[in-house]
């Protein structure tokens, strides 16, 4: 059974996995394209930061940053590799929404999504966010897509 709790940003799993997350995004993504943070912005006081794990297994990790009030920021949300396909990112999703939700957060919006990612693309179209304009300090960016929704 999948459960998703705060993250620790010590535990030498969650690192591996932040750290295989941090790279990837840097190799697929085209210069300045890469907007995923290290752990050191994760673990700053305004990251809400969750992993999800199946028994000892890590199975994926996500964090909102509240941008501004009311409005939520999905950032380094990840499945590991094994974990693909199995509804966990489904799930971390769903557990972001509900936790902003709780945090009287009314708009969660995604970082840019590299527009080569169809799967994230995808799973952000199933919970109902819609394309939108950048936000906060971001720019247009040809290479991404960013998304939105009223939560």
Known sequence: MLRIISGDLNDERVLVLLHYHFAKCHEVTPP????????????????????????????????????EAGHGEVKSMHTAEAARRKGVGSAILNHMIETSRAKRLRRLSSKPVPRLLCPAVQLYKSFGFIECAPFGDYKLDPNSVFFTREI
């Open 32 to 67: 300045g394209s890469a907007h995923v943070f290290d752990v050191s912005r994760l673990k700053s006081p305004d990251v809400d930061f969750w992993a999800a794990w199946e028994g000892d297994t890590l199975m994926g990790v996500g964090a909102v940053k509240e941008i």
